[in-house]
């Protein structure tokens, strides 16, 4: 992986987030080293205030009380900016959801991204009607640019 940083406010959906805490998954080596950039202070993750919905701590029949509460301290750590999803995240949300045939969730991250002014939004949840450029670049690259 090079070692030049891409971005420095990047939003992270909930498959990237399971795939770096479970370290499972083709690009888990790559979004470690972006939370580990975070961690460093180097870029700043944003993410919404929904997001523990989604990330658990593994899956229903592997998830413990420990895995639960890392998955928590992982997303409410000091290098994520959180966005609550108030009225205006909303709308944007549902008029993504209508133009681009999105999930509610995946509106609700994309339109938290925008709100929290994210430089590049990263997933490993294509679906055939996401088509768009940023779920192309994808948590694949799992790099980031130094501000």
């Given amino acids: ?13 909930a498959q990237c987030w399971i795939s770096a805490l479970s370290g499972q998954g083709p690009y888990a080596s790559n979004l470690a080293q972006v939370l580990a950039a975070a961690d460093d202070a ?3 993750i944003v993410t919404s205030t929904l997001l ?9 029949d592997q998830r413990t ?9 992982a997303l409410t750590r000091s290098s994520v900016v959180q966005v609550a999803p108030g009225r205006r995240v909303v709308l944007d949300a549902r008029d993504l959801r209508v133009r681009l045939n999105l999930k509610a969730m995946d509106a ?6 925008a709100a929290g002014a994210a430089d590049a939004f ?3 949840n294509c679906s055939a009607t996401a088509t768009t450029g940023a779920c192309r670049s994808s948590c694949r690259s799992g790099t980031a640019r130094s501000p």
């Fill in 1 to 13: 992986m090079p070692d030049q940083i891409e971005y420095v406010r990047p939003y992270l959906d």
């Fill in 42 to 44: 180097r870029i700043e």
């Fill in 52 to 60: 523990p919905l989604e990330v658990l701590g593994g899956h229903y």
């Fill in 65 to 73: 009380a420990e895995t639960a509460e890392q998955a928590l301290q």
């Fill in 108 to 113: 609700v991250h994309l339109a938290s991204a």
């Fill in 122 to 124: 990263l997933t490993d």
